[in-house]
């Protein structure tokens, strides 16, 4: 059973920095592609970044703060996230994508104080 496993969420001040990891477990194999997603309080769950093999998409409102990348030797991907604001707050999910099915972590929150 594929299993996808996030890390590295917490509480931190505005302007801080944070890493978040996903490590996938129980595949042989390695994902298409694999993203970071966030739900904040009242919203939608909404794509952060993504990566494939043809580079890698960051939203609008994280471009130049977040970078995301991953290992494939390790089937991990994380998220390295700088200059944290308040709105960044939300549950981060970690997706992965093999051959049109999509599989998702459990989430990790991600609190940014002001």
């Known amino acids: 059973q594929v299993q996808l496993v996030e890390s590295g969420g917490g509480l931190v001040q505005a302007g801080g920095s944070l890493r978040l990891s996903c490590a996938a477990s129980g595949s042989t194999f390695i994902f298409d592609a694999m993203g970071w997603y966030r739900q904040g309080p009242g919203n939608q769950r909404e794509l952060v970044a993504n990566i494939n093999s043809g580079g890698t998409y960051h939203a609008t409102s994280v471009k130049g703060r977040f970078t995301i990348s991953r290992d494939n030797a390790k089937n991990t991907v994380y998220l390295q996230m700088s200059s944290l604001k308040p709105e960044d707050t939300a549950v981060y999910y970690c997706?992965?994508?093999?051959?049109?099915?999509?599989?998702w972590g459990q989430g990790t929150q991600v609190t940014v104080s002001s």
């Open positions: 997706s992965g994508i093999r051959m049109g099915r999509e599989y």
